[in-house]
């Protein structure tokens, strides 16, 4: 296929697509420019399914540090693994294009996008959403797509597109959406305390630029597009289905009837392993038959499970613990668990439980960030960890997964908005959520244990944030014909049967962040107004229970935090304070029991530790070095210098004020060491400081006053 080029005028940018010409022996290839941003969106899918029970889809985001003019910072100078920023870019890509596989589709599937230049102002991460999802179409694999995605900014109440950086800056609202033609099935959002109904509008107005993109994408695949391949899709043989289903199936759906998780699931395991190890003992022509006829067996007895959740929700309005469909499980909330870390919480909700734990450090502590984005360090970070133990299980434990990153930097969004600023609060902050127990929406655990640890810690936060988690649970399609069940608080049963995972997170005024992911193509603007309504309620009773734990942030800092002190000097005095070579600040710091000094381009001085003492010590030490003489100021000084014509008096720090011998006295004096001492203290008063800033004093007005000068 020879060079083709399409091209669309999108919301004030020039929109062009190249195919034909690069990545020829992928399965489907675009290069795609946003005016000066260009990523490679490439697919592959491989001839033959991949044995396992899941759809085998990779997503990746490759940023390349040469397309914003960088040599990356690491020691090999070549690019490492993917940091958060690309990882979180990959999610957002694959969320809202896995749903749009067939069910039974096991061939794998990897989609690279390479990020190859960056214009700032023109989103990479939107333009390798729709690159992925037009090399999916143009390819031979089979795909119900389209997709697209935008971002929405609301600056002065105007809504707009794929906003520019200093957009972004001024904007109240910071949302991704994603979906087809006909429905939304994507939305990542933070957003500064706005109403749910704004964003609906916000979320609809980013739908319907997304219905444009589809269409182009559309046109191009109906001029470009290969013929799709036949893919056989899994499926589980109907002998065995109906076998399962007699040995099975009772004692299942009388299972997910169990009211606590592990009872509950431990019940369905033990039926499931019986039933398994059947299927597993018999012979069979070949080792593959073996393996699907188990597989297959597992297959049905999951299946059987979630019908009876999805049944007893839709018809009996019955969850699997009995809760009412708008009920939040019972809530805990605790402060100060942990005695020597400067502030800690515990959210427990149901049988979901997370730790979180608050410390602050100076300013230099700030992450530094070395991605494609025009942010080069953060002084506010979120962290989550789901080890295995939480839901009793074994498993890996080391570095953060996709999931884990993901959750971390959904809680960080949510508390963004109502984090004080340096200026308020100079300290880089650092949230660690530890989940011990889950069981559904350990993310909105972790936001409202993170908001408590915080409020511990004395971090003066603008409001308390809380978080909830609703499902959807449909019988057929979203065509106003078939019923659909919105849930609150969704346990995991609920998300792994369930059509939405749809998380929301905010203050008493309004939204801060959303996050929603579902496993049909799309759901409609009603649905998304009816699970915020149920929600905005269920987040007003987390917020009770939260504030019995703690109403208000503390004071002060925690006894173990460090303390600080914030001053000022002028900025032609910082190269003072620091030295030569940093000599004079080392010295501070190790007369002052090591606190420490971040100082400021603009001349802010923060001084931090953990006793005050020592801070004061280190002021003390500061202003005397950057203390300026004024006219008119009396001090106390001691004598450095003699000479002739004078003496010099040590004012403060390495200021010294020179009194001129007719100054010394209201009579005449002929020599100054007939009157003064070296080392003698000395009252005088600033008369005069000439443009070299030598200081001239005098010492006579303290003296008594002749009869003749009276």
Known sequence: MSKRVFELAFEGKKLVVETGEIAKQADGSVLVRLNETAVLSTVVGSKEPKEGDFFPLTVVYDEKQYAVGKIPGSFLRREGRPGEHATLAARL????IRPLFSEGFRNEVQIVNTVMSVDQDCTPEMTAMFGSSLALCISDIPFDGPIAGVYVARVNGKLIINPSIKENELSDIHLAVAGTEEAINMVEAGANQVPENEILEAIMFGHAAIQKLVAFQREIAKEVGK?????????????????????????LVKAVSIFDKLERQHAIEDIEKEIADDFDKRTYADQKAHDLAVQGAKEVMETIVADEVRRLITEDKVRPDGRRVDEIRPLDAQVDLLPRVHGSAMFTRGQTQVISVTTLGALTDVQIIDNLTDEDSKRWM?????????????GRMGTPGRREIGHGALGERALSYVIPSEDEFPYTIRTVSEVVESNGSSSQASICAGCMSLMAAGVPLKAMVSGIAMGLITSGPLDGKHPYTVLTDIQGLEDHFGDMDFKVAGTEKGITALQMDIKIRGITRSVLEEALAQ??????????????AIAAPRSEVGKYAPKLRQLRIPVDKIRDVIGSGGKVINDIIAKCDNVKIDIEDDGRVMIYHAEKEPIDRAVAIIEGITREAKVGEIYEGKVVRIEAYGVFV?????VDGMVHVSRLAWKRIENPKDVVKMGQKLKVVVTEIDEKGRVACSHKEFEPKPEEHK
């Open 93 to 96: 890509i694959d969320r809202p």
């Open 227 to 251: 013929a799709k391949r036949d893919i056989p899709l899994y499926h589980v043989d109907e002998k065995i289905e109906n076998e399962v289903r007699k040995l099975a199936q009772k004692r």
């Open 382 to 394: 979120h962290h989550y960890n789901f080890p295995p133990f939480a839901v009793g299980e074994t």
């Open 535 to 548: 929600a905005h309620g269920a987040r007003e009773i987390i917020r009770a229970a939260m504030t019995k």
């Open 650 to 654: 040590n004012l403060f720090g390495d």
